[in-house]
Nanobody
Framework: QLQLVESGGGLVQPGGSLRLSCAAS????????IGWFRQAPGKEREAVSC????????NYADSVKGRFTISRDNFKDTVYLQMNSLKPEATAVYYC????????????????????WGQGTQITVSS
């Protein structure tokens, strides 16, 4: 059974950067598309970015385009989310999720399309 674990969260100042990692175990990540989602207090979970199994197709929410970059290293069974120019609005719990069912070019969300989820990692953007 595929298991996912996020890491790299923490407290960062506005304008700062963080890199999140999503490490897989139990199964190779080679066959899965990966999505990053976030959920802020009092808000619904929203899709942030996604990447195809090969890494050849990516997508981003309009709110993070140009500032966030998703990538993957299938040799390490790890997916990354580089977050630059962070804003207070980015404060949320961030989750990675995996799915075997997706289309190309890959499209963003919804969460219901992803059956495998990590436990989440907290990102707080504050001065």
């Amino acid at each position: 059974q595929l298991q996912l674990v996020e890491s790299g969260g923490g407290l960062v100042q506005p304008g700062g950067s963080l890199r999140l990692s999503c490490a897989a175990s139990g199964s190779t990540l080679d066959y899965y598309a990966i999505g990053w989602f976030r959920q802020a207090p009092g808000k619904e979970r929203e899709a942030v970015s996604c990447i195809s199994s090969s890494g050849g197709s990516t997508n981003y929410a309009d709110s993070v385009k140009g500032r966030f970059t998703i990538s993957r290293d299938n040799f390490k069974d790890t997916v990354y989310l580089q977050m630059n120019s962070l804003k207070p609005e980015a404060t949320a719990v961030y989750y990675c999720a995996a799915t075997e069912t997706y289309q190309l070019p890959i499209t963003l969300g919804p969460a219901a399309d992803y059956p495998y989820w990590g436990q989440g990692t907290q990102i707080t953007v504050s001065s």
